[in-house]
DNA sequence: GCATTCAAAATTGTATACAGTTTAGAATGC
DNA sequence: GCATTCTAAACTGTATACAATTTTGAATGC
């Protein structure tokens, strides 16, 4: 009887975490004895996972410097809401061919359940994590496994950005007016009628709409990780 | 004054370069000891490369089993080359709107250059470095860094693949009647006119035409892999 | 105050050792 | 021949040691 959990992916995923929360600041180096002692493992398994996160585009490295967190910039987050784009259309697009009228009626029903709770939750993760599981889910049905790995790790690197996007809509956003139908309805429904045209078209809509305000959001977002306490 | 490269990256390459080839067979177990003193380093800096590996989906790893080529099936072709068309189609849809006019003519003054070497070439590796290189122009036209580094990676998956679809192409492929326009320059023509429409179109025929002769190749591949000597 | 120098401290890079686990293959029984 | 058991060899996982490099910060000169 052995564990099935390699100890390293234990750290790699303790890692990610941190670096998906900005745990690590932007630019800043990473102290792997620190670290090391703080994960409870040795610096050779923490800097097997170390490397895989510079694989993914978490951190990066400098020879004799050692690892640093990925930086911050608008350029960065645009290019990373861009590759969203490319990965959720291709996928949505082999999804209205290739998901069951079934599955797409599970979708259906899950987004109808959150929609609801949605509206009341205030916590900010609570609904970014709805609305991720939304788009995973849509391309879960493409049945592409790298589509699927791209937008695990792009949601990883975005979602700090986009939980401050959110955190900033919910000061000064409207009620939906009852009846208008949202962005996701919308997208679900073309993908129901398995007209692809129309699907990717709300999709690009829907992730571009977000995708200047996210960009707004850094700048947001660095004055919120540079003071420590407020 | 001190080494600029680290050795961990010089490994890195080497087995990157190593599993693009499928020097090591699909589904083969690595052993450690044995490469380590092929590439001139210890197990450390060697695992460090081969989870970078893992991440980017070269290799696989089982706890207390170790690292493992990717495994090779039509389905893991197909994956990839549907996020081709994802990552491409968006990069031009960009280029379009991006690309400079002098930069598109750069890119019409190498096509019109290679276009020529490439009847000549016999080398199939020597077409597929041409073909790869357009490719990459276009994705670079676009000016984002993520869907570079996922072209890239995704090359380096496939380029097997296309180099056995390739040798099979040459035996019964004929001459292009003169004066029809190749794939590429239909791309490049719709993308100097801005057309984001006609470009997408062009690029995902062009690279959806090639994606069923490659899970095709995919069989090919296993009878070479695996024989040896012919 | 600001730049420079330099030695001490901190940190990284990697080889190695060894414990824990898996694998290979011989021996055995059916 | 085929499955099972068992032991030795091979291999992996990780802590640790130490050399090489970078960083820190005090001392110095301007």
Redo the contacts between chains.
């Keep these: 009887m ?5 100890n ?2 234990r750290v790699y995923a303790a890692l990610r975490q941190m670096a998906a929360d900005f745990a690590f600041m932007p630019d800043q180096r990473i102290n792997e004895s620190e670290l090391s002692k703080q994960l409870g493992a040795s610096r ?1 398994p923490l ?3 170390l ?7 978490f951190l990066t ?1 400098q ?2 410097r050692g690892f640093f967190c990925r930086s911050l910039t608008p350029k ?1 987050i645009q ?2 809401y ?2 969203r ?3 959720e ?3 949505l697009r ?1 999804s209205c061919r290739r998901a069951s009228d079934s599955e797409i009626a599970d979708l259906g029903a899950y987004l109808q359940q959150t929609e609801a709770e949605y509206e009341n939750a205030d916590d900010p993760t609570e609904r970014l994590a709805m609305d991720e599981s939304f788009h995973m889910r849509l391309v879960l049905l ?1 049945g ?4 699927e ?2 937008l695990r790790s ?1 949601n990883d690197r975005i979602r700090y950005i986009r939980l401050i996007d959110l955190q900033r809509m919910r000061d000064k956003a409207g009620v939906r007016v009852p009846g208008e139908l949202s962005a996701h309805s919308r997208i679900l429904l073309a993908l129901a009628g398995r007209d692809a045209v129309a699907a990717e078209a709300a999709m690009r809509g829907h992730i571009e709409k977000r995708r200047e305000a996210a960009t707004d959001a850094v700048r947001i977002a660095f004055s919120q990780l540079y003071v420590p306490q407020d």
Tied chains: 1, 2.
Aim: proline fraction near 0%; include cysteine; glycine fraction near 4%.
């Design positions: 052995s564990k099935q959990q390699s390293v992916s050779t800097r097997e996972a490397n895989q996160l510079v694989a993914e585009g490295f020879n004799n960065y290019d990373l861009e590759a784009v490319a990965v259309c291709e996928a082999l493409s592409n496994g790298e589509l790995r791209s792009l």
